[in-house]
C-alpha cells in the first residue's frame, strides 16, 4: 500500500494540496493521512494546562472531519493525526515522513504562517527528509502527471540518480525527459553524457526516457523557460547532487520556484 502525508494548517494553500493530494491517491490507490502540527504556545493558558492531549482535541475534529469530507468525495482511505509542536517543524516533518512514500505540500510565496514554514522553508523540507517531496503552488489544480521533466547535470557527475524518480515514473506511466544545462558546447562532455544515457537506457529504470540539453548562463530561467515551452505536468529535481543542481539547490533553486512556479515540484534524494 502506498502512503501519503499531506501537512497542513487549514489555509486555502493546504486546501489545495489536499485536493491534489486525494487525487492521486484515488489515481494510485494509495492512503492519505492529513497531518497538522500544533503549537501549544500558541493556545491559551487554560487550554496549556489542561494538557497537551485535550489542547489539540479540537484541532483534531477538525481535520477528522476534513477526512470524512475526502473520504465521501475521492473514496480513497484518509486518516488524520495532529502532533503537538515540539522542535524545529521541518524536522517534524522529516522524522513523520520516514513512515510515508511520498510527502504532498502545498506552497504559495506570502508572508502568512503557512509559507513561512510550508513555502519559503519548503525546500528545508524537502533535503531534510528520506522521501520525495511533491510541492503543489497555490493555483494549481490536479491533472494527470503524464509527463515528466528531470533537470540534472548527468555529464558532470557521470550518472543520474532515478531510484525514487523511477519508482514513481512507473507508478504513474510517465514519460521522462532529462534535461542538464551546459554553459557552453564540449564534444568530449557530449560523449560523456551519451555514455550515461546510454547505460540509463539499458537499465530500464526509466522506461520511457528522452535526453535532452541546452546552452545557457542562467540554469534557473533556463529550467523553467523549457518546461513552460513544452509544457510538462511536473518537475523533478534530486536535492543530493555534488555540483550542478546541488550548488543552486542549496542558494535557491527551490526556493525560488516554489514561489514562483504554477506547476508541480518533485523533489526526490536517489
Known amino acids: 500500500m502506498i502512503r501519503i502525508l499531506c501537512p497542513t494548517d487549514f489555509s486555502d494553500t493546504a486546501d489545495l494540496a489536499i485536493a491534489y493530494a486525494a487525487a492521486l491517491s484515488k489515481k494510485i490507490g494509495a492512503e492519505l493521512t492529513l497531518f497538522n502540527v500544533q503549537s501549544i504556545v500558541s493556545l491559551p493558558a487554560l ?4 494538557g497537551k492531549h485535550l489542547a489539540t482535541e479540537p484541532i483534531l475534529e477538525k481535520l477528522e472531519e476534513q477526512c470524512y469530507q475526502v473520504m465521501e468525495m475521492f473514496k480513497i482511505t484518509c486518516n488524520a493525526e495532529v502532533q503537538p509542536w515540539n522542535g524545529l517543524l521541518v524536522d517534524i516533518l522529516a ?10 505540500m ?14 519559503s522553508r519548503s525546500y528545508q523540507v524537502a533535503h531534510e527528509t528520506s522521501i520525495p517531496v511533491l510541492l503543489i503552488p497555490t493555483g494549481c489544480q490536479y491533472k494527470n502527471i503524464s509527463t515528466i521533466m528531470y533537470a540534472f547535470d548527468y555529464e558532470h557527475e557521470q550518472l543520474l540518480p532515478m531510484a525514487q524518480l523511477s519508482k514513481w515514473a512507473k507508478l504513474l506511466e510517465v514519460k521522462v525527459t532529462v534535461l542538464q544545462v551546459k554553459k557552453h558546447y564540449s564534444r568530449e562532455e557530449e560523449l560523456y553524457s551519451e555514455e550515461v544515457e546510454q547505460r540509463v537506457i539499458n537499465s530500464h529504470d526509466l522506461p520511457d526516457v528522452v535526453f535532452d540539453t ?3 548562463d542562467d540554469a534557473i530561467s533556463s529550467i523553467h523557460s523549457y518546461f513552460i515551452k513544452n509544457q510538462y505536468d511536473a518537475l523533478a529535481l534530486c536535492s543530493t547532487q555534488h555540483s550542478f543542481i546541488r550548488n543552486i539547490f542549496h542558494k535557491s533553486l527551490v526556493r525560488t520556484l516554489s514561489s514562483a512556479a504554477t506547476y508541480p515540484l518533485f523533489i526526490f534524494h536517489e
Open 47 to 50: 487550554e496549556i494546562i489542561k
Open 95 to 104: 522524522k513523520r515522513s520516514s513512515d510515508f512514500d511520498l510527502l504532498i
Open 106 to 119: 502545498g506552497t504559495n510565496g506570502a508572508d502568512d504562517y503557512y509559507e513561512y514554514f510550508f513555502g
Open 214 to 216: 541546452i546552452y545557457n
